[in-house]
């Protein structure tokens, strides 16, 4: 009982606060037609809007994105080339290919395509046959290479995404969030940036078939970059976008909407807007005290914590509500500290939307104190533990 009456005293004492001039709640004045929806500003991490981002939903075709991590992680790591080729089995043919009726790269039944062509096959075209033909290729079997996405997901620290198979076809054991699969989005980029140039390819042939890229944002020119669409009958039309334009950086997934019109017509909205209404600011430079950690048996009673970068967000132009910040840190710091000790997060609100989270270290040294500051402290830190 008293352990977890001082946990959480120790969750309310660790909380300071700094209070920014004027800013506006992220979706002040906007909305989409979908159900979920999650979209941030890449370079600062800033959410600029969010609806139920963390209910879980059909994976679909959204969870290529995690094929491709781990088809990109197995070429990093060697276990493969872009120039190997792996065999076209019945299951591939049938369950991905011309007999499916689902996207395909049209790959012939006992063929054996380049990795690089399987490549293009999913990022340009979807297509399920090219997914099932890595997932046996690399782990044996589509059923194995499924478990190797989920603990890779697991490893990236996607928590709930699951997955039962390499294309996103209807199964139980697909589901995804849209929080997280922004987050698989922002590691394809900072990680195997080599490869993002597939996403953006026109059109790709195979088997004498020719096929347009099946992102219907490309073709729209509003910076769009990459990445996949989704369908399910229970989630409905889904997508996960990357844009570079205007020196902004943007990543959105969104799901539940009704077709395919709907998503197009709000991935475009939602875009436009987030790329028209918002302003980048500095909160914090590299270096600046953001705030004071209380020191437990050091000569000195606090130390200043500080950021490893300058903090930056992005705002709405029209300002209209309180921008807080709050870091919070395992109270208190044991002294001897030193220069650089990682210690807790500068978590940054605007209105309910939390916005950024930020780790702070401290930036001083602490030795440690007297026998008698010590056994203060001490009487300190049994006096919150017993109340």
Known sequence: MHRRLFAALVLLLSVASLAFAQSAAPQAGFDVKAKQVYLIEAETGTVLFARAEDEAVPAASLAKLMTMASVFKALAAGETTLDTTYPVTEHAWRTGGAPSRTSTMFAALKSTPRVEDLIRGVTVQFANDACIILAEGLAGSETAFAERMTTEARAL???????????????????????????????????YPQHMGYYLEPEFEWN???????????????????????????????????????????????????????????????????????ERRTLFKEGEAIADASVYGGDAS???????????????????????????????????????????????????????????????????????????????ELFFFWI
């Open 302 to 380: 606090t130390v200043p914590l500080v950021a490893g970068e300058q903090v930056d967000v992005f705002l709405p132009k029209d300002n209209s509500q309180r921008l807080v910040a709050r870091v919070v840190y395992n109270w208190p710091v044991r002294a001897p500290v030193t220069p650089g000790q990682a210690v807790g997060t500068l978590k940054i609100w605007n209105d309910k939307q939390l916005l950024r989270e930020v780790p702070v270290e401290t930036a001083g040294t602490v030795g440690v104190g007297t026998l008698r500051a010590r056994a203060l402290d001490a009487l300190i």
């Open 157 to 191: 620290g996607l928590e709930n995404a699951t997955f039962a198979n390499a294309t996103g076809l209807p199964n139980p054991g697909n589901t995804v969030t849209m929080r997280e699969m922004v987050a698989l989005a922002r590691h394809l980029q900072t990680t």
């Open 208 to 278: 004498k078939i020719k096929q347009r890229n099946r992102n219907p944002l490309l073709a729209l020119n509003i910076g769009v970059t990459g990445f996949v669409t989704g369908f399910s009958e229970e989630g409905g039309y889904s997508i996960v976008a990357a844009v570079n334009r205007d020196g902004k950086h943007l990543v959105l997934a969104m799901g539940g909407m009704e077709n395919d019109k709907t998503r197009i017509d709000e991935s475009r909205r939602i875009i436009e807007w987030a790329l028209s209404s918002f």
